[in-house]
């Protein structure tokens, strides 16, 4: 069976300081993968979907990027947060060849001071 | 753009049936989902309807879509306390690489 891990799962950091927030899924293979970031009353917003190595899409213009340096590993990145970037980070996973059903991850509570 | 609207809110008491509701704008998806967040946790998938489907029953849950007026609802009968959690509705985008979401129907339950 699949399953999607993310870590750290909370995360406290200075405003300036680097991120860098991983998420790999088991069982699978060429998985779609996304990002979302949950703020407070706000719902979820897509940050970024990757449909294959070196394949990703940013949809929302910000301080943070996304890399995938193998087939079921992304990464989400900043080299200097916001207090803005405050949020809680799903990572999601897709079956690749049609528009299917997302599976999340458990999230990462990231508080940026 | 794409838009997914819910209530943000949804109180009802133990027992009772609970309808959660959302519209929609992309019409062009083949299937709509229901996901519901427990505190703290990622999103669960609950539910999903094809959208040549008016009404789509499992167990508990009822599924409902109109089509027509871009509205579609999730029906929890008998609701119990471990019901209590945000529930979001999801479309896909345009291009349909992603899904879309409300931003949530926080359900409390009480007993």
């Known amino acids: 069976s699949q399953t999607i891990h993310q870590w750290p799962a909370t995360l406290v950091q200075p405003v300036g300081s680097p991120l860098s927030l991983e998420c790999t899924v088991e069982?699978?293979?060429?998985?779609?993968l996304y990002w979302y970031r949950q703020a407070a009353g706000r719902g979820l917003q897509l940050l970024f979907y990757?449909?294959?190595?070196?394949?990703i899409s940013s949809e929302v213009p910000q301080n943070l990027s996304a890399s995938r340096p193998q087939d079921r590993q992304f990464i989400l990145s900043s080299k200097k947060l916001l207090l803005s970037d405050s949020g809680f980070y799903l990572c999601?996973?897709?079956?690749?060849?049609?528009?299917?059903?997302?599976?999340f991850g458990p999230g990462t509570r990231l508080t940026v001071t | 753009g794409e838009d997914v609207e819910q209530s943000l809110f949804l109180s009802v008491r133990e027992g009772d049936s609970s309808v959660i509701n959302c519209t929609y704008t992309?019409?062009?998806?083949?299937?709509l989902y229901w996901y519901k967040q427990e505190p703290g946790a990622g999103l669960q998938l609950l539910t999903y309807i094809f959208s040549n489907m008016d009404m789509k029953q499992d167990q508990r849950l009822t599924v409902l879509l109109n089509k027509k007026d871009k509205h579609l609802s999730l029906r929890i009968a008998d609701t119990q306390t471990g019901d209590s959690a945000i529930y979001f509705c999801a479309d896909f985008n345009q291009a349909g690489t992603a899904l879309i979401f409300g931003k949530g129907t926080t359900l409390s339950v009480s007993s």
């Open positions: 999601a996973w897709s079956v690749s060849d049609r528009a299917s059903e997302q599976y």
């Open positions: 990757s449909i294959g190595i070196d394949q």
């Open positions: 069982g699978t293979s060429n998985p779609n």
């Open positions: 992309d019409s062009s998806s083949t299937y």
